[in-house]
């Protein structure tokens, strides 16, 4: 029962930071250190990355009709068409996966066994917090500099070039290979480096999510089953719980960030990651 609480707020914290630039892995790292899941290394180290697949489907029930390429005819002569802009988008987000899907697929275990701690969470929550305020406080005066990005970002997902998914990709890249980065405040800031507004950079990263933590899921599954392990009932339990609170949670996460950024920037987030990095900092100075 102690084990079902804690996935419960496993799979809160989850939801609530997998869209937040703040970053997920990062925190429930942060959180184990407080709040134990008694289950086996193995098992904690595939509930951390497949919990992300409760918050995946949250992304498919909001974005649906974007993402699904089939729809309906409206004019009558075919009951069903592929909608054009729907395969290109996929044929975009394909091309902004390959360089955290090489790296990920090649350095996994390595990355896990050398970069998972708390040590390079809190420096990377630091550092990114600092790049959301340096950022948008650029993006702020290139406002009134027309000829720029920032003065003419790219508005819409249909807007999108290949180019420009592929160096959003490459932001990706980065929250791969360091925990504490955050997926989605990479993409992000790469997305407002690139000249993308707000509202469109936080779109991409959702469906950026879908084949990345699809992936990266199975890719857990996988490797779990192939290492040997089995999952007792009462693993299951957990996990089954883990990610139904994470696709609840998610799908409240992901309406607040779309409403948010209607009228706010990204500061207020860049901050709180300097703050929680300092304070993870004293933290494990104090009590180590």
């Known amino acids: 029962m102690l084990n079902i609480i804690k996935a419960i707020f496993f799979g809160i914290v989850e939801g609530v930071t997998e869209w937040l630039p703040v970053s997920s892995t990062g925190h429930m790292i942060l959180l184990n250190e407080f709040i134990t899941l008694d289950v086996s290394k193995e098992f904690w180290n595939m509930f951390l990355v497949v919990i992300q697949f409760g918050a995946i489907m949250a992304v498919i029930l909001l974005y649906w009709d974007t993402i699904w390429p089939i729809h309906k005819s409206k004019t009558g002569k075919t009951r ?131 084949p990345v933590m699809f992936g990266a899921s199975l890719l857990k599954i996988f490797k779990y089953f192939h290492g040997g392990n089995s999952l007792s009932s009462s693993e299951a339990i957990i996990l089954m719980i883990g990610l139904l609170v994470a696709f609840l949670i998610s799908i409240a996460i992901i309406r607040f960030l779309m409403n948010y950024i209607r009228k706010h920037d990204f500061k207020v987030f860049g901050w709180y990651r300097i703050v929680l990095g300092i304070v993870v900092i004293l933290y494990f100075a104090i009590a180590g």
């Open 80 to 210: 069903y068409v592929l909608r054009r802009a729907t395969l290109s988008l996929w044929g975009k987000t394909i091309v902004a996966c390959i360089p955290a899907a090489v790296v990920g697929l090649a350095l996994d275990d390595w990355l896990d066994a050398h970069f998972y701690n708390w040590k390079v969470v809190s420096i990377m929550l630091i550092l990114v917090g600092i790049a959301f305020i340096v950022i948008e406080n650029r993006n702020e005066k290139a406002l009134n500099r027309p000829g720029t990005r920032q003065a003419q970002p790219i508005d819409s997902l249909n807007d999108l070039s290949y180019r420009t998914a592929f160096e959003i990709g490459i932001f990706q890249l980065i929250a791969a290979v360091f925990p504490g980065t955050s997926r989605s405040g990479a993409t992000i800031i790469g997305g407002l480096l690139v000249g993308v507004s707000r509202k469109t950079a936080a779109e991409f990263t959702f469906i950026l999510a879908i």
